[in-house]
């Protein structure tokens, strides 16, 4: 994805007019284009200091009275544009656009990569995994995702004391729903990563937190 999104940055606009491509829409591919490459930078960063900031937690709620703790460093976040979500979507809007452009010949088509080559493989080195979790009564936890054209998503969490990833499931269609009954509010984390023929693809989501509901 991130391939295809620098490419258009590069090509798209001077093929604008030619097949009548909204301009608006064509600046907007370009500021995704910035900010999904950023996003993936930073996601990297991210979770290295994430990992610290979760043990920093874990020693302040269950560490040593009187143990010295340093505030745990986090990355600040400053994309080159205004965010906006929905860059996935977006990209196979401009897809569908261009490859119904009249004026589309075989030969831009294959430079803007419109056409999977035969015997073509997607690109699943800078797909990045998104959850949107929500708690739910009864701590189920309610986990929609977006599988990006792949075959599935694989959901992990860790409870209060967990060391380890625990797996939830592999999930083929939104949302999941995590049915871990709990008597009090827990705070839990959640993770996820695609899944294509069963093997992981691309790369882990960021970290998310939720205190369920009794």
Same mark, same amino acid.
């Given at each position: 994805?991130?391939?295809?999104l620098?490419?258009?940055?590069?090509?798209?606009?001077?093929?604008?007019?030619?097949?009548?491509l909204?301009?608006a829409?064509?600046?907007?591919?370009?500021?995704?284009?910035?900010?999904?490459?950023y996003?993936?930078g930073?996601?990297?960063e991210?979770?290295?200091?994430?990992?610290?900031?979760y043990?920093?937690?874990?020693?302040?709620f269950?560490?040593?009275?009187?143990?010295?703790?340093?505030?745990?460093?986090v990355?600040?976040?400053?994309?080159?544009?205004?965010?906006?979500?929905g860059i996935?979507?977006?990209?196979?809007?401009?897809?569908?656009?261009?490859y119904?452009?009249?004026?589309?010949?075989?030969?831009?088509g294959?430079?803007?990569?419109v056409?999977?080559p035969e015997?073509?493989?997607?690109?699943?080195?800078s797909?990045?995994a998104?959850?949107?979790i929500?708690?739910r009564p009864n701590?189920?936890?309610?986990?929609?995702f977006? !599988?990006?054209?792949?075959g599935?998503?694989?959901?992990? @969490?860790? /409870?209060?004391?967990?060391t380890?990833? $625990?797996l +939830? &499931?592999?999930?083929s269609?939104?949302?999941?729903l995590?049915? !871990?009954?709990?008597?009090?509010p827990?705070?839990?984390v @959640?993770r /996820?990563?695609?899944?294509?023929?069963? $093997?992981? +693809? &691309?790369?882990?989501?960021?970290?998310y937190?939720?205190?369920?509901?009794?």
């Open positions: 994805m991130n391939l295809l620098q490419l258009w940055a590069a090509k798209l606009p001077a093929s604008q007019v030619l097949l009548n909204p301009l829409e064509v600046d907007q591919i370009v500021e995704d284009a910035a900010n999904f490459d996003i993936i930073y996601t990297t991210f979770r290295t200091e994430s990992n610290a900031y043990e920093f937690k874990d020693s302040m269950n560490g040593e009275p009187g143990a010295v703790m340093a505030t745990p460093a990355a600040p976040f400053a994309s080159p544009f205004p965010l906006k979500p996935i979507d977006r990209v196979e809007a401009m897809r569908q656009k261009i119904s452009a009249s004026d589309l010949t075989d030969e831009l294959l430079e803007l990569d056409y999977m015997g073509g493989e997607p690109d699943t080195e797909l990045i998104a959850l949107v929500g708690a701590g189920v936890v309610r986990i929609q977006s !599988k990006q054209g792949m599935a998503m694989r959901i992990q @969490y860790k /409870g209060p004391g967990d380890e990833w $625990q +939830v &499931g592999d999930f269609t939104s949302p999941a995590h049915n !871990k009954p709990s008597d009090q827990e705070s839990r @959640y /996820g990563i695609l899944l294509e023929k069963d $093997q992981p +693809v &691309g790369n882990y989501s960021p970290i937190t939720v205190v369920t509901t009794p």
